[in-house]
């Protein structure tokens, strides 16, 4: 029983990996380390200045142990596909509210890049007619036949309304007092010409003033502003292109200690590896980024190991979903050493070594 489970266990975790030593950075470092600065830091008096002089012995104060933990990730979907190609109509207004975008010929690094994959290209920009208002801006009002006046209702166009004093009639009746021989009176009615309208029976129309017709209310002027292109005539096509990465090569994930990524910067890091064949733990699963499956292989754990296990694991799930990683792929887990270095002559710097025993990358700090 015991046998099939190391059995299952051989398999998904290979082998134990032999981690780099601090001599084998030390030397490699120094192998490649800036002669003219190693003699600055390092030149003792009366001594013929030789790089074999600079010992490890001498300049690493201190040695301590970090986890790495690598995988690769595809470009996302969106790079092949994405909104390229899509084609967007806006009224002029809208034109200056896009980022347009002219490379000039030029490529952009996918991992420096931080907008979409597919942006409005300058050099598609299209000018075209509205359909609606052929370009004019403006739509005749069919209700006032494009005059902006429409006949008055009050006075249905005559300017003329019927005289409210005498009702249209041109005369009005008054009551006069007439007294008889004994002085006793009685009243009599006489018609009069009506002395509001002068005799006509008519008034001026008091909404058209006479003018027979008014404003028309459903236009300004004769015709409205066109609503489709909202007055401008025109509406503006563009493209939304593809950003002209320079490569689509594969890019990756890194993650290691926070105080690590005060010294080096996760991109050359992931350059480094990209670049290189560095061996370190192959896992195919991201459940196996624990510390039961990995102590056995690297012979160490350190404090901060599992949240750094844990933040692959939540990056792993969250780039699962857009399929920029699969389910199966390959993820390594580097053993590495952090070099605290003073040279004899008091200089400060930091080296860092990842991998395993003579398959590893060198970087440094504060060697300047
Ligand atoms: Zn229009
Ligand atoms: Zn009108
Ligand atoms: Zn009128
Ligand atoms: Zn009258």
Redesign the pocket.
């Known amino acids: 029983m015991s046998e099939v489970i190391a059995l299952i266990f051989y398999s998904v975790i290979k082998m134990e990996v032999q981690a780099v030593t601090s001599d084998e950075i030390f030397q490699e470092w120094l192998r490649n380390a800036d002669g003219k600065r190693l003699k600055k830091y390092f030149e003792k008096k009366k001594v013929d200045f030789k790089r074999e002089h600079v010992s490890a012995v001498e300049t690493v104060y201190d040695v301590s142990k970090f986890i790495v933990i690598y995988f690769k990730k595809k470009t996302p979907e969106a790079f092949a596909k994405g909104e390229d190609g899509k084609v967007e109509t806006v009224t002029a207004d809208k034109l200056g509210k896009y980022r347009f975008y002219d490379f000039q010929g030029k490529r952009v690094d996918f991992d420096q890049w931080k907008g979409d994959t597919s942006v409005p290209s300058l050099a598609s920009i299209r000018r075209v007619d ?1 359909q ?2 052929h370009g004019a ?1 403006t739509i005749g009002c069919e209700k006032c036949g494009r005059s902006g006046r429409i006949k008055c209702d009050k006075c249905s166009g005559t300017g003329k309304t019927s005289c409210s004093s005498c009702k249209g009639t041109g005369s009005i009746t008054i009551e006069l007092d007439v007294y008889d021989a004994n002085n006793k009176k009685r009243k009599i009615q006489k018609t009069i010409p009506c002395p509001k309208c002068g005799h006509t029976g008519s008034d001026v129309c008091s909404k058209c003033g006479g003018g027979r017709s008014v404003l028309c209310r459903n236009c300004d002027g004769g015709s409205n502003i ?1 609503k ?2 909202k007055g401008f ?1 025109v509406y503006y096509q563009f493209k939304y292109e593809a950003v002209p990465f320079l490569s689509q090569r594969q890019s990756a994930m890194v993650f290691y200690k926070r105080d690590v990524e005060k010294f080096i910067d996760k991109k050359e890091v992931e350059q480094l590896l990209n670049s290189r064949n560095t061996s370190g733990l192959t896992l195919n699963n991201i459940e196996d980024l624990t510390q039961g499956r990995l102590v056995p292989q690297l012979n160490y754990w350190t404090p901060d190991a599992d949240k750094i296990c844990n933040e692959a694991k939540k990056e792993f799930k969250k780039l699962l979903k857009t399929r920029e990683v699969e389910q199966n792929q390959k993820i390594m887990v580097f053993p590495a050493l952090q070099l605290r270095c003073k040279s004899t002559k008091g200089k400060s710097f930091e080296l860092f070594g990842i991998g395993s025993s003579g398959n590893f990358v060198v970087l440094s700090d504060g060697f300047k």
Do not use: E, I, V
């Open positions: 509205c609606k208002c801006g066109c489709d292109c005539g």
